[in-house]
C-alpha cells in the first residue's frame, strides 16, 4: 500500500500534537520546578537532537551574513515566546494556554501583510476578525491580576507570529534544522544563567519528567511539526494542529480535574471552527 504524502504530513502533525500535549502535560505536573529551567530542558533537548541531524548530514551551521539578523530574531522572539507559554500552561488550564498560543497564525498573517507585503483577502481579514473576538472570551478582560497568565498567554502567540513570520522569510535561504540549531542554542544559553539563580535540585521522578516529559516530547512536538510541513503543504496539514485544544481539554480533566469556564470553551469553538473555515478558503484558493 502507498501512502500519499499528505497522509505522512498528518500523521506527523498529530505526532507534533502528542508531544507538544504531553510536553503540556509535564510542565503543569513539575509546579515546584521554575520556569527557566523547564525552558532549559525543553531547549537543551532539542539543540542535541538538531545537532545530531546536522552533523550527520554534514550540513554547515553557517549562515549567509545578510541572514543572521532575521536567524536572530527567529530565535530571539521563539525564546521569549516560549517562555511566556510555559507561564501561561503553569498558570491556565493547558486547554486556555494552547487555545491562546494557537492564535499565532493570525498574528503571521497580520505581520507577513505589513513587513513582507503579502496579501490578505476579505475572507482572511474576517477570519482574523473572529480569532480576535475569541480572544475576548478566553482572556475575559477585568483589571484583576487574574488576567495577567491569559495576556502573557496573548503575548506568547504575538511573539511566534513574528517568529514564524521570519520563517516564512528565511523559507529557501536557511534550512528548516538550521534555524532550530539555532533558536535552541540561544535558549539554552539565555536561560542557563537564569536557572542557576534559582536552580531547584530535581529529584528523580522530577528529573525524567523534565528530560523527557519536556525535553524529548518537545522534540517529537518540534520535528513532528516540520516533518509535516515537509510531506505536505501548509494548507492541507495545518488545521490538525488546532487537535491539541481538543486533547488539552481531556488531559485537563482527566489528569488535573479542571476544565475551561463557559467562555473559554465558546473561544476555543470559534477559534477551531475559524481555523477549519479559513483551511478551505486557502485550500479553495490554491486551486
Not at 506527523?12 to 509546579?31: D, E, Q, R
Not at 488550564?93 to 513587513?115: G, R
Not at 482574523?128 to 487574574?146: D, G, Q, R
Not at 540549531?181 to 525524567?208: D, W
Request: with cysteine.
Amino acid at each position: 500500500m502507498v501512502i500519499s504524502q499528505k497522509t505522512k504530513g498528518i500523521f506527523w502533525m498529530l505526532l507534533s500534537v502528542l508531544g507538544f500535549t504531553f510536553m503540556g502535560i509535564a510542565v503543569k505536573y513539575l509546579p515546584r520546578i521554575p520556569t527557566y529551567e523547564k525552558v532549559f530542558f525543553r531547549n537543551s533537548v532539542s539543540f542535541i537532537f538538531s545537532a545530531f541531524i546536522l552533523y550527520k548530514e554534514k550540513e554547515s551551521i553557517k549562515v549567509a551574513k545578510e541572514n543572521i539578523p532575521f536567524v536572530f530574531g527567529r530565535s530571539f522572539f521563539g525564546f521569549v515566546g516560549m517562555v511566556a507559554n510555559f507561564y501561561a500552561l503553569e498558570h491556565l488550564t493547558m486547554a486556555e494556554a494552547n487555545m491562546l498560543n494557537k492564535l499565532s497564525p493570525v498574528f503571521v498573517t497580520i505581520c507577513a501583510c505589513i513587513f513582507l507585503k503579502e496579501k490578505v483577502d476579505k475572507k482572511q481579514i474576517i477570519g482574523i476578525t473572529l480569532m480576535l473576538i475569541a480572544v475576548v472570551f478566553v482572556i475575559k478582560p477585568s483589571v484583576s491580576p487574574e488576567v495577567i497568565p491569559s495576556l502573557v498567554g496573548l503575548f506568547s502567540a504575538i511573539l511566534a507570529g513574528f517568529s514564524y513570520t521570519i520563517i516564512r522569510y528565511l523559507r529557501g535561504k536557511v534550512k528548516s534544522e538550521i534555524n532550530v540549531f539555532y533558536f535552541s542554542l540561544l535558549s539554552v544559553v539565555c536561560t542557563f544563567p537564569l536557572m542557576m539563580m534559582n536552580f531547584i535540585k530535581p529529584n528523580l521522578f522530577e528529573f525524567f519528567m523534565l528530560l523527557g516529559g519536556i525535553g524529548i516530547s518537545a522534540a517529537l512536538g518540534q520535528f513532528g511539526l516540520t516533518y509535516a510541513y515537509t510531506f505536505a503543504p501548509a494548507s492541507e496539514v495545518s488545521v490538525y494542529n488546532y487537535v491539541i485544544i481538543l486533547t488539552s481539554m481531556i488531559m485537563d480533566y482527566v489528569l488535573f480535574s479542571t476544565i475551561p469556564d463557559l467562555f473559554s470553551f465558546i473561544g476555543g469553538f470559534i477559534i477551531i471552527t475559524t481555523a477549519i473555515y479559513l483551511y478551505l478558503h486557502n485550500k479553495k484558493k490554491e486551486e
